[in-house]
């Protein structure tokens, strides 16, 4: 008969020592042939695949050996190797085999599908449910000690998040420690955001300074793209805005998001936000609370870029006061509007989600910059002049510096490798270009970083008012801007008028509360101040 040894061993398996090493099951089942007179017709090996899983690839060229009428006999040392799925198993035993008159051999569990009796055939029956039962508790225990590292804070995942890296040394696996590669550029992304610059110009300004993306740097290790690597991924807003959106930075550690409903299944469950385990405080921050919280609440990433040269100044700062979703553009049919803003659930859902709360933008904004230049004129204490603000590409710029050092310094220990012949001709001119196009790449970048850059003027002692809005003042001032859904009314002189609530929730603390003007009440509650407004206007259509 032909023979063929199957041997599988995985990881969990590896813990029962010699007896389950791949070298053991060789020498037993080789034995077994021996002294059977079996033709062993080839050998089957499965090193590191889990038994209840049967997607292995030595497992698959012997079933279909065996469907092609190849082998007359499998021989495995126990029915485990074939598997820990009982029901997959069993089903092998007593249909898959015997339909293409394949003889089974377990050496050590004494089963031989030759010569069952009626005992030893009921017996045969519950060996799999016992492997199985073993995986199942091994794959408890795995799973206990995992959440009990993850609740210890410590880091379980296989690749460390962008800007950090494993701590190396004597159990350092589970802990991160930042990568002074890559961690600049972590803390650049979240500075240029907290100024209000989309990811989609984020994503831009990374490519032009030659950063590898997450993917690329896992793969290579390298910070930078060498110039040899222009069609790898680069980096997009979608890829700007999963580090925005990661706890990670603030030094927490969050893990526990999906889960296998049975250590049989292959897919994974997403788990509920409120189950996930949260451990502050696991590794050193990159950035500030503050920081995070300013750029999670208005860091919207667009999907379209700005026309006509029109950008919305109030984009994640203005919201809709009774479902708190972000207001968006729509068109307005005034003639001479900008356009409208409007809840972003309406716009989405339509009414079911929400009411439109349609607000004019030239009125928002003009209502806005005159209550803003009010409160600034009212400051009851001169301040110092402001300082300028954290340059986002500080950082970003001293590890481009660092890496242009690093590529002159090996520039010149090539050359002098080529001239007492350490290296040959072709290696040097494969490799002298490349250093060449990455220093190039890398002025282009500077250049590109420092003309890009606008400069931060202190604003003057006792210059408080702002000729106009820009997102960043807006950012600056302003945590928030409710905006309620408006009503048409009639004005003393009959015509329509629609009044509508806005609340501001500004980003410092007032020294007292003051009346605005007549036809608009304003009030300051505690910090942030909030100031709501019930406005009109006797011209038709101005909110």
Known sequence: MKAALYMRLSRDDDGEGESASISTQRAILTAFAEKNGLAVAGEY??????????????????????????????????LSRLGRNSARVNDL?????????????????GYDSANLSGGGAMVASFLPVVHELYARDISAKIRSALRAKMEAGRFIGSFAPYGYKKEAGRGGGNRLVPDERTAPFVRAIFRMAEKGEPPREIARKLNAWNVSPPAVCRRTGQAYLLPEDAESPRWTSSSVCRILGSETYLGRLTQGRTQKPSFKAKSARIVPREEWVRVDGAHEPLISEETFRIVRGRC????????????????????????????????SRKKGAVCNLCCGAYKARGATACSNHFIDYGALYDAVLADLNERLARARVCPEPCAPLPDAETEASAALRR???????LQRRLYEDRAFGRVSEETYARLAPAYERELAAL?????????EAVPQTPLPRGSFCLPELSPLAVRTFIDRIEVGQGAYVRGADGRRVKRQTVRLFYRFREAKTAQLSSSCAWGSDATPSASPAAGSSARKGKS
Request: glycine letters at 6%; aromatic letters at 8%.
């Open 443 to 451: 002025a282009a970048a500077e250049a590109d970083m420092t003309r």
């Open 300 to 331: 919207v990433a667009r999907r379209c870029p700005p026309t006509r040269g029109f950008r919305n100044v109030f984009a994640g700062v203005a919201v809709c006061a009774d479902c708190g979703r972000a207001m968006t553009t729509a068109p």
């Open 93 to 109: 035993l007593d249909e898959f085999f015997p339909a293409h008159r394949v003889r089974c051999v377990s050496v050590v569990d």
């Open 45 to 78: 090996v499965d090193d590191g695949f889990t038994g209840t899983n049967f997607d292995r690839p030595a497992w698959k060229r012997l079933k279909a050996a065996v469907e092609r009428g190849d082998i007359d006999c499998v021989l495995v040392k126990d």
């Open 403 to 409: 890496r242009r050092e690093e590529l002159c310094l």
